[in-house]
């Protein structure tokens, strides 16, 4: 009998620093994921928290905003996975135990327990501290899972460590789309009018979305991933304005092969489904080319050139450190 496991993935539009009402939205689709008989569902990154203000804050708004994992949000996802005894991802500011502030994203499990990731690469604000550590993991469902947070799926290594680490289906929340990259041919703007506009023209709007500023960049490399790995990838993401960036949504499942099983075009909050066959992992291209390998070689993976960069500096330039 093949090994099979159901997941949700959502986009949604959150509000800035509204806990309250973001929340909300992680109880809809949290029940409507249980409805479906999904095992686990992925919200979005910072998505209790809201994402791209962060960057405007002062100190004091940053630790007013953020929370300890204990804390009344990822307390109340917590009792909400219990309750519908479902696996709930949720993005927040952490304040960790150290005092430092984290980009993080907890998976909260049906039995009370969940795991915590931080951003490995977070470049949202200087007083956010980056994650020393991957995050993989057995569950209650026989599935290995972790977690790479956006910007954290697009160093090739890290998807690969979580391989090499046993997992089996990777969580990759994000808010992305329509970002100002520093490469010529990276993703640039989306202009805010089609979104405004999306109602009276979603045609304008939807080609946006699946353009090279949004699904089509995606599609360069998020693909490879999965299937260099032979990882199922579950992908969530914003979807809307988010102060001067829109997000472009296209929440989606991919299997190990770097196929699409499951994706969402809608220009609002939505969230799709999939069944994964977790049997299609094992003689799948990347874990069939990753028993070829030759570690003996890939020293240089892990030495230092000189021309490494904080993340901060490598998203917006030298100039912010």
């Known amino acids: 009998m093949s090994r099979s496991f159901h997941v949700a993935t959502v986009q949604f539009q959150h509000k800035a620093s509204d806990k309250a ?27 209790i928290t809201g994402y791209w203000h962060v960057p405007r804050l002062e100190e004091a708004e940053l630790f007013a905003l953020a929370e300890p994992v204990s804390g009344p949000s990822v307390t109340l996802v917590a009792a909400l996975a219990t309750e519908l005894n479902l696996g709930i991802g949720v993005g927040w500011l952490e304040l960790g135990t150290d005092g430092r502030l ?6 909260c499990l049906p039995d009370g327990t969940g795991h915590t990731h931080r951003k490995l690469h977070a ?13 993989v993991f057995d569950t209650p469902w026989g599935v290995r899972l ?10 090739l290594e890290n998807g690969r460590a979580c391989a090499l680490l046993g997992a089996d289906v990777l969580l990759a929340p994000h808010q992305t789309g329509g970002t100002n990259s520093l490469s010529p041919r990276g993703m640039k703007p989306i202009p805010l009018e089609l979104w405004e ?19 089509g960049w995606l599609m360069r490399w998020l693909p490879a991933r999965a299937h260099d790995n032979g990882l199922f990838i579950v992908f969530s993401n914003g979807v809307g304005r988010d102060e001067e960036e829109v997000r472009t949504g296209h929440a989606m499942v991919l299997d190990p092969y770097g196929d699409i099983v499951s994706e969402s075009d809608a220009l609002c909050d939505d969230i799709v489904f999939a069944h994964l066959d977790l049997d299609l992992i094992e003689t799948s291209s990347g874990r069939r080319w990753m028993r070829g390998r030759r ?27």
């Open 21 to 47: 009402y973001n929340l909300s939205r992680v109880e809809y689709f949290a029940r409507a994921a249980a409805a479906r008989g999904a095992q686990v569902v992925c919200m979005p990154e910072m998505c």
């Open 123 to 135: 470049f949202e604000h200087s007083l956010i501290a980056s994650g020393d550590r991957y995050t």
């Open 146 to 155: 972790s977690i790479l947070i956006c910007w954290d799926n697009n160093l």
């Open 197 to 215: 506009a999306r109602n009276s023209n979603p045609v304008a709007c939807r080609e946006a979305f699946a353009g090279p500023h949004g699904r």
């Open 295 to 321: 570690p003996e070689l890939y020293g240089p993976l892990t030495l230092h050139t000189g021309r490494e960069l904080s993340a901060r500096a490598t998203r917006f330039g030298n100039s912010v450190d």
């Open 102 to 107: 984290y980009n993080a994203y907890r998976l």
